[in-house]
C-alpha cells in the first residue's frame, strides 16, 4: 500500500478549502497519478492544476520530500512522500 | 558597488547591527556603498524599503506607479492617510528619508515593464520583486538575469508566503519556474498587511545578505511560510 500526503498551497488550498488530502494506493504512483487523483478528489481543482487538454500547467509548483520537482518531469513518488501543490503568487 | 568609509554618526546609528559576527564596519561599508532597486513600494516592497533604509543602505531605486489608494493603507506601510490621492512613491520617498536623511533615493513614477526594466535594473547592486503583475516580474526578473544581477523573488497570497533569491549562472530563472504568467492569478487577491510585513523584512535580509556576503541566501531553494498554522517550508530547487 502506498500512502502520500498531499499539500495544498495557496490558490489550491483555497479552492479547494482544505490544506490538502491523503492517498492510499496499492500502485505505484508518480506525480501524474498524483494529479489524476487529486482531481478526482477536488474536481475544483481541475482548472489549477491542468489545462484543457488535460496537461500540467508550466507554472504549476510541485514539490515532493523538500525538492521542487522540474517542469516536464514525472518522478515516481516513494510511499511515505509528501508532495506539495501550489500556484505561483507575487506581490501587491 | 563602491563601498563607503562611515561618520561618527553612522557609527553611533549602526553599531547593534555591527555587533552582529561576520558584519562589522566592512559589511556596513558595503551596504553604504550599495544601490538596490524594489519594484514596488506597495505590502510587499514598502518593508523591503524600510528595513534596508533602516540597515544603512545608501541608495534605493523605487518604482511604483500612482496615487495612494484607501485599499493601499492596510499593509503599503510608506502610505499614509494624508497622501491619499498623491504619488505613492514621492510619500514612500519622504518617509524613509525621515528614517535616514542620508538616504539616496531615486523615485520612478512608473512600474517596471519590459521598456524600462533594463535600464532600472542596471542602476541596482541587488534587485527585490515585489510586484503583483507576472509581466512585471518577468521582465525584472529576465533584466536582472541578462546584468548578473541578483534578484530577490518575494511574493504572498492569503497568510501565505513564498521567497526565493536568483542569479544568472547560479540559479534557475523566475521564467525557468513560472514560464508565463498563470492564468489564474488576479491583481487584487487576499491578504493581510502583517504576512506582506514578515516576507518583505526576509527579503531586505536577503538583499543585505547578497551586498554584504553575510550567511546564506536563497540560492537554489524556496520559502515557503504558511501564516495560517505557522508551517515553513524550504524546498530545494534545481541548479541550471
Partial sequence: MTSIEIEFLTQLRAAAGCDGMRLDSTEAMTVSTVIVQVIEAHPVLRALLVDEAGSRHGWLMIGVNDAMVARGSDPPIAPGSTVVLGTPVSGG | ?240
Fill in chain 2, 1 to 240: 558597488m563602491n563601498p563607503r568609509s562611515m561618520s561618527e554618526e553612522e557609527l553611533a546609528i549602526y553599531e547593534w547591527q555591527l555587533d552582529v559576527p561576520g558584519h562589522g564596519v566592512p559589511g556596513q561599508e558595503k551596504l553604504a556603498g550599495a544601490t538596490v532597486l524594489v519594484s514596488r513600494v506597495g505590502g510587499l516592497g514598502s518593508p523591503v524599503a524600510y528595513e534596508l533604509a533602516a540597515a544603512g543602505v545608501g541608495r534605493l531605486v523605487l518604482a511604483h506607479a500612482g496615487v495612494t489608494k484607501h485599499s493601499d493603507l492596510n499593509r503599503q506601510l510608506l502610505m499614509t492617510h494624508a497622501n491619499l490621492g498623491s504619488s505613492r512613491v514621492e510619500c514612500a520617498s519622504r518617509r524613509l528619508k525621515e528614517l535616514n536623511p542620508r538616504l539616496d533615493v531615486v523615485a520612478i513614477d512608473a512600474n517596471i515593464n519590459e521598456r524600462n526594466a533594463a535600464e532600472l535594473v542596471a542602476m541596482a547592486d541587488v534587485v527585490v520583486d515585489a510586484a503583483p503583475l507576472f509581466q512585471e516580474r518577468l521582465a525584472m526578473n529576465d533584466a536582472a538575469f541578462a546584468k548578473g544581477i541578483p534578484i530577490v523573488e518575494c511574493a504572498m497570497y492569503d497568510l501565505e508566503a513564498t521567497i526565493t533569491t536568483q542569479q544568472a549562472g547560479r540559479t534557475s530563472s523566475l521564467r525557468d519556474l513560472v514560464p508565463e504568467p498563470p492564468d489564474p492569478w488576479q491583481r487584487r487577491f487576499p491578504v493581510f498587511g502583517a504576512v506582506s510585513g514578515a516576507v518583505g523584512c526576509l527579503g531586505a535580509m536577503e538583499a543585505i545578505k547578497c551586498i554584504t556576503g553575510l550567511g546564506e541566501p536563497l540560492f537554489n531553494r524556496m520559502l515557503f511560510m504558511n501564516l495560517r498554522n505557522m508551517r515553513m517550508r524550504t524546498l530545494s530547487l534545481q541548479a541550471p
